[in-house]
């Protein structure tokens, strides 16, 4: 699953999808295995980063206390409040206190309480992959074990409040979430350098072969503090995901076809052991209208530093959406193969759904919904209507979404998908009767 960015109005969706894969069963082993407790990888962003946090923390039977226990609350007067509280301009004005520290700490105070990211490693818990973008090469930054080892550092003891604030440090409106890098000081070499990041500086033709390969090899390097390293990162100054992808897609797309992810969910398709993948993402995208086109006069420094900032992030979860599309595909025609192909693939056989939850799926009578959600501000507070339209959207958009009713065909899950002929029709696949 992925997770958008866009305040509390992303958060209050992925709550939705997540309670709608909550109602389903299918029958498993004997037993009957609720979707949700199926979901293996969660990559995250900004606002989608508190919800996939709080499902890889609490588990699926506490969901809907992120709904009463920060979703429902003034959280926008909170840190406006703390803005203005003396004591926290004293911590702002005379020590290392800075505006993501605020969010931060309203993160612990409602729902984390200092909670590390060991606490993510619960049994049966979602790896869950909160994503960040590094200010000084612009790269995604992923809070993985692998990269904090790149770091020399400990991922399962940073707060997992401290994650969340830096995947959401919107820019100008809170200040970057800074790390120091361990590589540079005594620890230098004592994590060993994995051979995939050797591999792919070494040989000369990689960067032709697999460029986006040489680049992460490239980052990874340069954080370690390896040889001819292209940057000096002592220090990391972490901002919103959505600047580099606000979809959470790239390290998705890694996690599923990389072989050095620590899912090793390639290792499976090619061993023959998944059947079925599925690849929801999430799109909180609010789409409202600005008002700058229907004036002549110029647009003022508040909208234009909006759209600098606005736009790109639409542009790139376009084109981050494009690339997952294009990853799904492939997957899904290389388990069309055909088991008796040259060297009789074991993937053969496997079925792929990809599902795009966006608000522009709503049905015509749904228009209504639509409006709503689409215009939510991003902000971290949400009216009562508009949390449980965003929460409603979530769920709507799952459950009527043709390759979703097709997996829940394809599982003889309950509640029952609907008309079996127009569900195949809308998420086909070979080997369905064409009739």
């Known amino acids: 699953m992925a997770f958008s960015g866009g305040g509390s109005r992303a958060a209050a969706l992925g709550l939705g999808v997540l309670n709608e894969l909550a109602t389903a069963a299918y029958p498993a082993h004997g037993k009957s295995e609720s979707l949700i407790d199926r979901v293996k990888v969660v990559s995250s962003v900004s606002g989608g980063s508190v919800v996939a946090a709080w499902f890889g923390f609490a588990g699926p039977g506490r969901l809907n206390e992120l709904k009463d226990n920060f979703l429902k609350q003034d959280n926008m007067a909170t840190l406006e409040w703390q803005a203005v509280n003396p004591l926290t301009l004293a911590r702002l004005a005379f020590s290392g206190y800075t505006r993501i520290d605020v969010m931060r700490d309203l993160l612990d105070r409602e729902l984390f309480h200092g909670a590390r990211f060991a606490a993510l490693q619960r049994p049966g818990a979602p790896l869950v992959v909160m994503n960040a973008t590094d200010m000084e090469s612009g790269e995604v930054f992923a809070f993985t074990p692998q990269r904090f080892d790149d770091l020399c550092s400990d991922l399962n003891q940073l707060p997992i409040s401290v994650a969340v604030s830096a995947s959401a440090a919107f820019p100008v409106a809170l200040s970057p979430m800074s790390l120091r890098n361990y590589s540079y000081e005594s620890c230098k070499g004592a994590i060993p350098s994995p051979g995939w990041i050797d591999a792919g500086l070494s040989f000369p033709l990689n960067r032709y072969i697999n460029l986006e390969e040489y680049k992460r090899a490239r980052y990874a390097n340069a954080l370690r503090n390896g040889n001819d390293a292209y940057r000096n990162e002592h220090y990391l100054h972490l901002l919103d995901g959505g600047l580099a992808d606000n979809q959470g897609v790239q390290s998705l797309s890694e996690v599923l076809v990389s072989p050095h992810s620590a899912a090793h969910i390639i290792r499976g398709i090619n061993a023959g052991h998944a059947k079925r993948i599925v690849v929801i993402s999430v799109n909180a995208r609010s789409d409202a209208d600005r008002d700058i086109g229907k004036e002549a006069a ?129 998420c086909p696949f070979a080997g369905d009767d064409p009739s």
């Open 298 to 426: 110029v647009p003022g420094l508040l909208k234009v530093v909006d759209t600098v900032i606005g736009t790109p992030i639409d542009g790139t979860t376009a084109y981050a959406n494009a690339s997952l599309q294009d990853l799904v595909a492939t997957l899904k025609s290389a388990g069309e193969t055909a088991p008796q192909a040259p060297g009789h693939p074991l993937f053969a056989g496997m079925r792929v759904y990809g599902v795009a939850i966006d608000f522009d799926q709503f049905m015509p009578e749904q228009h209504n919904l639509q409006n709503v959600v689409k215009n939510i501000g991003t902000t971290w507070t949400l009216s009562a209507a508009q949390l449980q339209a965003a929460i409603d959207a979530g769920k709507i958009l799952l459950r009527q979404h043709p390759c979703y009713q097709r997996l829940l065909l394809d599982l003889k899950a309950r509640p029952a998908a609907g008309d079996e002929a127009t569900i195949r029709k809308g």
